[in-house]
């Protein structure tokens, strides 16, 4: 669904008029009719590159936090008690101190590969019996696993019927956005993004009060009383099942996350209005959710206007093909929507696709029919790049490949390098991976920020450059190699199963 505020509610502040038509926000000015919007400084915004960055930046804020910590992820791995004990130590040393977690509930309640390996929701279920007034731990459950679906299909198949995706972390007024799930993998040696947000009230709140909204319709983890240290039971309170009331649940779930979105841009508003002088900001960011089950695809609306923008200036202008635009898109998984697909062929710019080679995909190692996944996303990718080469884009459309020994690739994101310019203007940092099960199945999150601020666009620029680092670029001789060829199986199960890549 598309929402949009009149745009007459800016011209009673001059100032969010001078501000946004400078480059570079002009030319993304259609960004607000999706969605609401937050003034900040570039100082108060620090990229991390590395994967222990990410795990010891989490552990300092849980460590500093006064009166709350709210994570969203789409789980906790079954052996970080290093960080679980964090959290319990942060929170025996302050009666102040609220933590609120949310994770999908499947993935939450699914047990590791050995029977010393606990689900995340028996890893947090000490803290919630010892702190019942102090940690709440929430669990969100897709509408669209429901009846047969979910009495017979196993763990880790039923996932892929839809998931809780979102990864924020909040620690007070900061925040900090990622695609990582609190795993050791992610905190070790498996690529992703990390980007902090400090001092950043406004926005900070909008993610709280985003997850406290997906919570308020998911089930809350209660222990029972039995004597087993492991038993728990998952409670709703006052909302449609859904499992047994799929229907209720989302008509009702939906109409909540549709008025919390115009609560926030109502809210972006009044901020504007209330603001005397915009000189101290140099950045603007843009939060944006896709919800599909619930009929919210405000992400998806948002990523395509970008899009429509990067190409327009092509359009507008008649430059050059040396001047274009540059763009560079990365996904852990290569799945691009049609939707998307079309507009990376279609457009006048640049693009880098990034992706994981094989060796990098995170189920590279994976037992039993899992296994096969890097071979379908191998297919995929280069069925894409047929369609490059179809459409003449070759030299305009460039795939390239993360492979670093030992490590795996789950970066996703844009950057947007305008005018030739050296540092990137624009950058999309979340959990979406661009693909169809990003767009059509799970929940998920982002931040799109614009900045002038030239720190901000050179620490954005070293964290690509960062992954870059590790690319290969992709060529027709890559899927001649003898480990690329794709199994007949493998082909016609990957048309069956794609919106679940």
């Not at 029972?224 to 009702?252: A, G, H």
């Not at 507009?343 to 710019?349: E, R, S």
């Not at 993360?402 to 624009?426: D, N, V």
Request: with cysteine; net charge positive; aromatic share 12%.
């Amino acid at each position: 669904m598309t929402f949009s505020h009149n745009l007459n509610s800016f011209s009673s502040n001059s100032f969010i008029n001078e501000f946004i038509d400078q480059p570079p926000f002009k030319s993304f000015k259609d960004l607000l009719k999706v969605s609401p919007y937050f003034l900040l400084n570039g100082e108060q915004i620090r990229p991390l590159q590395e994967p222990h960055e990410f795990y010891e930046e989490l552990k300092a804020q849980i460590r500093a936090a006064k009166f709350r910590i709210v994570l969203a992820a789409l789980y906790i791995g079954h052996s970080e008690k290093e960080l679980v004990d964090t959290l319990k130590i942060a929170v025996k040393q302050s009666k102040q101190l609220k933590v609120h977690i949310l994770l999908d509930c499947m993935r939450a309640t699914r047990i590791g590969q050995t029977s010393l390996d606990k689900s995340p929701a028996c890893l947090l279920l000490p803290l919630v019996k010892e702190f019942p007034d102090q940690v709440t731990v929430s669990l969100y459950h897709t509408p669209d696993l429901t009846g047969i679906l979910k009495q017979f299909l196993p763990p880790r198949f039923n996932e892929g019927i839809g998931l809780m995706h979102i990864k924020s972390f909040i620690f007070d007024h900061n925040l900090m956005l990622s695609g990582a799930n609190l795993n050791h993998d992610y905190f070790i040696n498996r690529q992703d993004r990390y980007m902090l947000f400090e001092r950043t009230l406004s926005l900070t709140s909008y993610f709280a009060d985003l997850v406290e909204t997906i919570a308020s319709f998911s089930y809350t983890l209660k222990p029972t009383k039995l004597i087993d240290e492991d038993s728990y039971k998952l409670v709703l309170t006052n909302q449609p099942d859904p499992v047994t009331q799929s229907t209720l649940f989302r008509k009702s779930s939906s109409l909540i996350m549709k008025n919390f979105i115009k609560k926030w841009m109502r809210r972006c508003i009044e901020q504007i209005n209330n603001t005397n002088s915009l000189q101290k900001f140099d950045t603007v960011i843009f939060p944006v959710i896709q919800m599909c089950p619930l009929s919210i695809r405000q992400d998806e609306l948002a990523t395509l206007t970008v899009l429509d923008a990067i190409s327009r200036q092509g359009i507008k202008n008649n430059v050059s093909e040396d001047m274009f635009w540059k763009v560079f898109f990365t996904s852990g998984y290569f799945n691009f929507t049609q939707k998307y697909k079309e507009k990376i062929l279609n457009a006048m710019a640049k693009f880098q696709l990034l992706s994981a080679s094989p060796e990098a995909n995170g189920f590279f190692s994976s037992k039993g029919i899992s296994k096969h996944l890097p071979q379908a996303y191998t297919l995929i990718e280069k069925q894409f790049f047929s369609d490059i080469c179809r459409h003449g884009k070759e030299h305009l459309i460039k795939i390239q490949e993360y492979k670093r020994p030992g490590w795996t690739f789950h970066a996703k994101g844009l950057w947007c390098y305008i005018h030739g310019e050296s540092w990137p203007s624009l950058t999309i940092i979340g959990s979406s991976n661009y693909g169809y099960r990003s767009t059509e199945r799970d929940l998920e999150a982002q931040a799109i920020l614009i900045t002038n601020n030239i720190q901000l666009r050179k620490k954005i620029h070293e964290e690509l450059e960062h992954i870059s680092e590790y690319t290969e670029e992709v060529t027709k001789e890559t899927f001649q190699k003898s480990n690329r060829k794709v199994p007949y199986l493998v082909r016609v199960a990957t048309r069956l199963i794609k919106t679940m890549l």
